[in-house]
């Protein structure tokens, strides 16, 4: 007796014409500015001329084809990084030596070894014991809830820099998530929390020199440009009204535009506490992965303020944790596996594409085109043009860069207008703390993807509203705030 083979319906994938569109797009502006004629010189206010060699206007092509992909996610977003090395080494862009060299900059090791953090998190089960803790103190308000997550995201930013603050929060929203819904696809509230988590963690880290590197490392240049010394406090004093007014409106910004379906999860408090006491007492790994998480994180914070560890570099230090969780078998090889690699390609090619702008001079003589507009404006349009350029550059190169771009020429400007360097520096470090637009902005913005709760198309539509909230409070600030605060904002101008 035979048995009959039913034939299966044909299933096919339709064909993606949308994603060819934009892959052959994406390619088309490459080749578009790179075998275009010559461009004309970026002159600045002095009459330095700045040329746009052919190495730099393939940087600016990169830059299109790449920017291309990412917000329309045609492939994986690390294999468009990867795209990035591989224009710069086929087109003599950058040598390939040096191209594929940022691939494993520390700003990506420090990714890295944070990631790794948030997986010791979730693996010990620390993550869970913080997690429902704080839903048994907050309650089961979905509003309450996103709020007590920013609060805490903004005040971890602080003392740690937002890199290590968003991968110690990931886990934390998962475990949360998890209890506000069993369903795998993206709900409103799932997106308010980690889209949220990503845009609070720089806010946050614009308060302290702790939370980035961008703030200690712009004091320093605006010292040596203009032989003024800014302090730590004075830091605080300026950007903490900023910085937490940014966080409150996020949360309300986010409980308009992204509500979450559910307004209670109904008897949550009560799960939350039966949970964590189902947890038991804590654990030796828990324990062990606390003390050397916080050691690495201390010695981190203190390198600010102990001149024998100022030399330390703060990615050692956060890779020695990283072996540390081997040696004590608090992680196996097998976990190797679980990190999610996509989005340390996705960090390695944002460093590689900022890199490459910079070396190459045409972040250089785009700074100088855009801010030479401003030279006969109102002196407080030039400073919000100044502050909108560092927005939009620090989206696709490191803050750091985009500041060290734009400040020079902005200073030379800003005489002849009667604007203060120093208000052009704080405005400058507000927006660059918070990249809104691009996953590629800040690694908060990558972490949070990981979450698979939105896409890059659904992060760019929020940044832009979010940037446009950013600008107008910046601009509050500049007018009104700040000058009530004590900060010279308006000087005589220069004849």
Not at 50 to 58: D, N, Q, T, V
Not at 211 to 234: N, W
Not at 342 to 371: D, R
Request: aromatic share 14%.
């Amino acid at each position: 007796m035979s048995a009959t083979v039913q034939e299966l319906p044909d299933t096919k994938t339709p064909f993606d014409w949308k994603r060819v569109v934009f892959i052959l797009g994406g390619l088309a502006l490459f080749a578009l500015i790179y075998y275009s004629p010559a461009w004309p010189d970026a002159v600045d206010p002095k009459g330095e001329h700045f040329a746009l060699s052919k190495e730099a206007k393939g940087a600016l092509a990169v830059f299109a084809v790449a920017a291309t992909w990412w917000i329309f996610e045609v492939v994986p977003i690390g294999v468009t990084s990867l795209l990035i090395g591989t224009l710069q080494a086929l087109f003599l862009i950058r040598k390939p030596v040096v191209a594929f060299k940022d691939f494993m900059d520390p700003s990506v090791l420090f990714i890295f070894g944070s990631v790794v953090i948030g997986m010791v998190f979730t693996k010990t089960g620390l993550t869970r014991r913080i997690a429902y803790k704080m839903l048994s103190i907050i309650g089961e308000k979905t509003s309450m809830i996103m709020l007590g997550c920013f609060l805490m995201t903004a005040l971890l930013t602080h003392v740690m820099a937002h890199t290590a603050v968003a991968a110690t929060m990931f886990p934390l929203l998962m475990a949360i998530y998890s209890l506000y819904t069993t369903e795998t696809k993206p709900t409103n509230f799932g997106k308010a929390m980690f889209i949220g988590m990503a845009y609070v963690a720089g806010a946050g880290s614009i308060i302290t020199l702790l939370g980035a590197a961008r703030g200690a490392v712009a004091l320093a240049f605006y010292k040596d440009m203009m032989h003024v010394d800014i302090s730590f406090g004075t830091l605080s004093y300026y950007m903490f009204p900023l910085g937490w007014l940014m966080v409150f409106l996020l949360w309300g910004f986010f409980m308009i535009f992204c509500k979450p379906e559910k307004e209670r999860i109904v008897g949550l408090k009560e799960k939350a506490s039966r949970m964590y006491r189902e947890l038991g007492s804590i654990t030796r790994n828990e324990i062990l992965a606390a003390t050397i998480i916080l050691l690495a994180v201390l010695i981190i914070a203190l390198k600010s303020f102990v001149p024998a560890l100022d030399k330390l570099d703060k990615t050692g230090i956060l890779l020695c944790s990283t072996i540390a969780f081997f040696v004590f078998n608090i992680l196996k090889i097998d976990d190797l596996e679980d990190i999610p690699w996509n989005i340390i390609l996705l960090f390695a090619g944002a460093m590689s594409i900022g890199f490459c702008l910079w070396e190459t001079g045409a972040a250089k003589w785009l700074a100088v085109n855009w801010l030479v507009l401003f030279q006969q404006a109102p002196a407080v349009v030039f400073i919000m043009g100044m502050a909108f350029f560092v927005l939009i550059m620090t989206n696709f190169i490191m803050n750091v860069a985009a500041i060290a771009i734009s400040l020079p020429v902005a200073l030379v400007i800003a005489p002849y207008l009667g604007v203060a360097g120093e208000v052009i520096l704080f405005s400058a470090l507000a927006t660059a703390g918070m990249p809104f637009l691009l996953l590629i902005g800040a690694a908060p913005n990558a972490i949070a993807y990981n979450s698979k709760q939105f896409t890059t198309g659904e992060f760019l539509k929020f940044g832009i509203l979010a940037s446009v909230l950013l600008m107008v409070v910046l601009w509050v600030f500049v007018a009104f705030v700040w000058p009530m605060m004590g900060m010279e904002v308006f000087v005589p101008k220069v004849q």
